[in-house]
T-cell receptor, first 115, second 106 residues
Framework: DAGVIQSPRHEVTEMGQEVTLRCKPI?????LFWYRQTMMRGLELLIY????????DSGMPEDRFSAKMPNASFSTLKIQPSEPRDSAVYFC?????????????FGEGSRLTVL | KNEVEQSPQNLTAQEGEFITINCSYS?????LHWLQQHPGGGIVSLFM???GKKKHGRLIATINIQEKHSSLHITASHPRDSAVYIC????????FGKGTRLHILP
């Protein structure tokens, strides 16, 4: 299995630009999580989906952030407009029906720098 | 107070030493997850446990549900064990500790 695939791995953009991060979960996994990691705050849950439905988006910082999961094999996290304080590593993780204990499998992350 | 607390925040030890990293949580959980993040940034699952003890190679994880506490032990530590170790409380949500940065000196 290819694991959780994220793109882009690195993005540098200017303040005000739209940023779209993409995630392909492991095939057959029914839960998908978006996290943000910064030095100051560590790993923070932004939003998670079960069966493509957003369950809890209370971690999404503000209206500039949005996430979609149009099907079981694809999710996006969008920031519009981006700000320098959004600079972080964004991780996507998936969890499957066959792992009732909830083991997470992480993508390699997307490092975002907003200038 | 954070719902998941790890200690120590930073740990430097000599190669060969026995390492213990602690995780205390205040929320209800269905399982506790130990993760390892290497300097390159990738995150790898080490253990998922809901009771007792699990062992994999030189790594041992224990959990005490009544005390809401888990420990990760590394025996015969090696410089390649240098990484950030993160515990996460698993239920409907997943709440992470801030991580313990471990540095093993040769």
């Amino acid at each position: 299995d290819a694991g959780v695939i994220q793109s882009p791995r690195h993005e540098v953009t200017e303040m005000g630009q739209e940023v779209t991060l993409r995630c392909k979960p492991i095939s057959g996994h029914n839960s998908l999580f978006w996290y943000r990691q910064t030095m100051m705050r560590g790993l923070e849950l932004l939003i998670y989906f079960n069966n493509n439905v957003p369950i809890d988006d209370s971690g999404m910082p503000e209206d500039r952030f949005s996430a979609k999961m149009p099907n079981a094999s694809f999710s996006t996290l969008k920031i519009q407009p981006s700000e320098p304080r959004d600079s972080a590593v964004y991780f996507c993780a998936s969890r499957g029906r066959t792992t009732p204990t909830g083991e997470l499998f992480f993508g390699e992350g997307s490092r975002l720098t907003v200038l | 107070k954070n719902e998941v607390e790890q200690s120590p925040q930073n740990l430097t030890a000599q190669e060969g030493e026995f390492i213990t990293i602690n995780c205390s949580y205040s929320v209800g959980i269905s399982a506790l997850h130990w993760l390892q993040q290497h300097p390159g940034g990738g995150i790898v699952s080490l253990f998922m446990l809901s009771s007792g003890k699990k062992k994999h190679g030189r790594l041992i994880a224990t959990i005490n549900i009544q005390e809401k506490h888990s420990s990760l032990h590394i025996t015969a530590s090696h410089p390649r064990d240098s990484a950030v170790y993160i515990c996460a409380a698993i239920d409907d949500k997943i709440i992470f500790g801030k991580g313990t940065r471990l540095h093993i000196l040769p």
